[in-house]
Antibody, heavy 124, light 108 residues
Framework: QVQLQESGPGLVKPSETLSLTCTVS????????WSWIRQPPGKGLEWIGY???????NYNPSLKSRVTISVDTSKNQFSLKLSSVTAADTAVYYC??????????????????WGKGTTVTVSS | DIQMTQSPSSLSASVGDRVTITCRAS??????LNWYQQKPGKAPKLLIY???SLQSGVPSRFSGSGSGTDFTLTISSLQPEDFATYYC??????????FGPGTKVDIK
């Protein structure tokens, strides 16, 4: 059974870069898309972006200028970097697998496996 | 961007009640709609994908319906473990996945 685990600093200073890693266990990172989602305290979910195991990416336009998602297939890991952080970036950050269901020519995407989440606080 | 809205934002219900949550998209998204359940301090859990397909391992009391702009999540008989917040999410636009604001279901 595939499991995901986020890791990284829990405290980041304003203007610095937030860096998180998601380790995939129980399965291969290959042949899937992998995503990052965040949730500010007491608020809803915000999709950050996703990466295919081959390295192609897609980011939320609202964060695109500050976000980089990368993959290391040799380590079965993918990573998130968010630059120039402010207090508004304080959130629980989740990594997730993007499942795909095919129905004829249609492909349905959904986040079917999630990490437990890691809390990142931006503060000096 | 495709905006997602949910109603109600919260509801109180009793064990055994039938509960319906509505999600609306700002434009047609066909059946590209997923539902998640989130309990406090936990990661979201996928319940329904492609509007009406039940994720493996999810109890059959959960069901989803709808297409186009209007969707519903129904819990046929609410159980104690179902008290949580429910989110819809569209995957029609693969360039920008968006979530609804959530519906909190608590105990009456």
């Amino acid at each position: 059974q595939v499991q995901l685990q986020e890791s990284g600093p829990g405290l980041v200073k304003p203007s610095e870069t937030l860096s998180l890693t998601c380790t995939v266990s129980g399965g291969s990172i290959s042949s899937y898309y992998w995503s990052w989602i965040r949730q500010p305290p007491g608020k809803g979910l915000e999709w950050i972006g996703y990466i295919y195991y081959s390295g192609s990416t897609n980011y939320n336009p609202s964060l695109k200028s500050r976000v980089t998602i990368s993959v290391d297939t040799s380590k079965n890991q993918f990573s998130l970097k968010l630059s120039s952080v402010t207090a508004a970036d304080t959130a629980v950050y989740y990594c997730a697998r993007l499942g795909i269901a095919a129905a004829g020519i249609f492909y349905y995407y959904y986040m079917d496996v999630w990490g437990k989440g890691t809390t990142v606080t931006v503060s000096s | 961007d495709i905006q997602m809205t949910q109603s109600p934002s919260s509801l109180s219900a009793s064990v055994g009640d039938r509960v319906t949550i509505t999600c609306r998209a700002s434009q047609s998204i066909s059946s590209y709609l997923n539902w998640y359940q989130q309990k406090p301090g936990k990661a979201p859990k996928l319940l329904i994908y492609a509007a009406s397909s039940l994720q493996s391992g999810v109890p059959s009391r959960f069901s989803g319906s709808g297409s186009g702009t209007d969707f519903t999540l129904t819990i046929s008989s609410l159980q104690p473990e179902d008290f949580a917040t429910y989110y819809c999410q569209q995957s029609y636009s693969t360039l920008l996945f968006t979530f609804g604001p959530g519906t909190k279901v608590d105990i009456k």
